[in-house]
């Protein structure tokens, strides 16, 4: 989710025509290969969302094929689709910044006000909903919020803090927004940390070459520390970026081997790691999810470079349906759970376990979010939107 998860490069020129293999855009600046893939992430997520926590499932799967379940449940693993997306944004629209104190200031605002301004309102919504809705709705098998709503567990999701502070999260998925915004930090400061330690060696060597092992030389080794250390050892690091990072870092490599910052051996080599650390994962008798999930950001991030080598990320999967969806989908990401409980609660009252019913209402769900996010992005997010690109002028 480039737009959803980091500042959008609306600004930038498409690459030039003497660098085809570069992540080209189509006109007004758009990837829009990523814009369907963001889309199809968050139908994925609503999808998986509407039919784990409610009520519903077991009716439901009565009457929906295997081939539909199977898909419906491992909805949750457009998740690392999302993460490859948000390290390739976020290595496109900083390829010509200079990260200095100044330049990271307003990065870190602009991207806490992209990020916050929504967030904030989903959760605001989803607690003023739980209060309002407990003398109507409230039954013990059909919870809005799963704990109780103190001052701290609100002030630590407000604060993107919850996970790290073990406090719960508020809403469904708002764990990603959190640890995003983490990553999209630390890249940040990163990619200064290579501007800083590639300046004293510039004389000795060709630019590129200097810039291209620095960069190797600080993210690969957190990289592999996550693929291989964090993301395996326990789940006490998944609260913090650095479980996740081998993903993100994926997609970064994949644009900077697309603007030839770094040799295309090199995404290759760790493509070929990202691949062993879905076989060690599978070694190791983990939980298949560990494993797919690993998979899942493989072939996400091979893909992506595949279809930018032939210029197509500006004009592939261009289908209107699939453009709104990616425009809308930060906004389906934060409401569809709010949206879904309240549509999946009142059919419970009115049909109970009706097999046929419990179908209807559960489309019925993901149609009603669709129109709930496409009014939020209207009246909350396009706002914030408008909001960062003054800022960043």
């Known amino acids: 989710m480039p737009e959803l998860l980091c500042d959008s490069a609306a600004s930038a020129r498409p690459a030039e025509t003497q660098a085809p293999a570069g992540p080209r855009r189509a006109t007004g600046n758009r990837f829009v290969f990523l814009d369907a893939l963001r889309g199809l992430g968050a139908l994925g997520i609503t999808c998986y969302h509407v039919h784990r926590y409610r009520p519903r499932e077991i009716p439901a799967d009565h009457l929906l094929s295997n081939v539909i379940q199977f898909v419906v449940r491992h909805g949750w693993a457009s998740v690392q689709v999302f993460w490859v997306i948000s390290g390739f944004v976020l290595a496109y629209s900083l390829r010509k910044t200079e990260v200095r104190p100044a330049s990271f200031r307003n990065f870190t605002l602009r991207r806490v006000l992209r990020l916050g301004i929504p967030y904030w309102t989903a959760i605001l919504a989803v607690v003023a909903v739980d209060a309002l809705s407990k003398p109507l709705l409230y039954r013990p098998d059909l919870p809005l919020i799963d704990d109780p709503v103190s001052w701290t567990r609100l002030a630590a999701n407000l604060g993107f803090l919850q996970d790290v502070l073990d406090l719960g999260n508020i809403s469904a998925g708002t764990w990603f927004v959190c ?30 070459k200097i810039d291209a092992f620095v960069l190797m030389l600080l993210f690969v ?10 993301n395996v ?4 690091y998944s609260a913090w970026a650095i479980y996740y990072f081998h993903m ?11 603007e030839r910052r770094i040799p295309r051996t090199l995404f290759w080599a760790f493509a070929a790691v990202m691949a062993a650390g879905v076989a060690y994962r599978w070694n190791l008798g983990l939980d298949y999810k560990k494993s797919l999930d690993v998979f899942v950001a493989l072939i996400t991030g091979i893909v992506i470079y595949l279809v930018g080598r032939r210029g197509h990320l500006g004009d592939w999967l261009a289908w209107r349906p699939l453009q709104y969806l990616g425009r809308i989908s930060y906004s389906l990401f934060l409401t569809h759970y709010l949206t879904s409980w309240i549509v999946v609660s009142l059919g419970y009252y009115w049909t109970r376990d009706n ?13 009603v979010s669709i129109g709930v996010a496409d009014l939020f992005y209207r009246c909350v997010e396009s706002p914030s939107l408008r909001l960062v690109a003054r800022l960043k002028a």
């Open 179 to 208: 640890v995003d915004l983490q990553f999209g930090l630390l890249f940040a400061l990163m990619l200064g940390m290579v501007r800083l330690f590639s300046w004293p060696l510039m004389g000795r060597a060709g630019r590129a």
């Open 233 to 236: 050892a326990s789940y006490d």
């Open 248 to 258: 993100p870092l994926f997609g970064a490599m994949a644009c900077w081997a697309l």
């Open 221 to 230: 080794p957190l990289g592999l520390a996550s693929l291989f250390w964090f």
């Open 355 to 367: 097999a046929q019913a419990a179908v209807c209402w559960m489309t019925a769900s993901v149609l």
